[in-house]
């Protein structure tokens, strides 16, 4: 189990519409120091989604491999198709130094959780199931059925927020982008990041 590294962990977890994409793509084009991780899914891209570029669009088999060769940091079902975080990417970008962020289920940030305690978790909400509703809507991808079926799925994933270390609402996107690259500084600037981080500078102060 890892938990001391000099990279910081960022999971971000969020029903479907709530915006949780746009947020994280926009803070990477704002902070250089944050690096996507892209996870493995069974699902079929979507618009114009590219293979290794939102997700490693892969078929059941394959994710079975990759389960049993426990490749996986952590898996999840979720609204019909499989979700998988790889292990080894995750461990050698943090133990670089880097800032990785994961866009997963809140059932594979609560995994995370368990294996590297330093790890944020950042649960993105909605204003309001309306509000919800109609984004999903908007979107223009989902049947009305898949749309019922992603609305019954929110009110469970939402209950789970409080696991969560920090939360954001987001009705404004521009405050709520605020508010994640200020989650993410702070996180940079606390005593024990610092540590990890910037441990030359600890030593040569004479600081544990």
């Known amino acids: 189990m890892m938990t001391t590294y000099p990279g910081n962990l960022f999971v971000v977890a969020a029903p479907s519409g709530a915006g949780k994409s746009s947020l994280v793509k926009a803070l990477m084009e704002l902070d250089a120091g944050v690096e996507h991780s892209v996870s493995h899914t069974t699902r079929a891209p979507r618009g114009q989604e590219f293979h290794g570029r939102e997700y490693f669009f892969i078929s059941n088999q394959e994710f079975d491999r990759m389960i049993s060769e426990q490749a996986f940091l952590e898996w999840a079902h979720v609204h019909g198709n499989r979700y998988g975080t790889s292990r080894a990417t995750i461990e ?55 749309i019922e079926l992603r609305l019954e ?18 009705q404004l996107f521009d405050k709520a982008l605020f508010d994640l690259k200020a989650i993410v500084h702070a996180q940079r600037l606390k ?18």
């Open 153 to 170: 799925n929110s009110a469970k994933e939402m209950a789970q927020a409080h696991e969560f270390d920090f939360v954001i609402i987001n």
């Open 92 to 146: 050698e970008r943090i133990a670089k130094g880097m800032d990785v962020i994961l866009e997963i289920d809140f059932q594979g940030a609560v995994q995370i959780k368990k294996i590297f305690a330093n790890a944020v978790l950042i649960f993105i909400l909605p204003p309001s199931m309306d509000e919800l509703r109609s984004r999903l809507q908007r979107r223009g991808e989902d049947s009305p059925e898949v």
């Open 191 to 208: 005593y024990a990041s610092q540590r990890r981080s910037r441990s030359d500078i600890f030593q040569a102060l004479n600081l544990t």
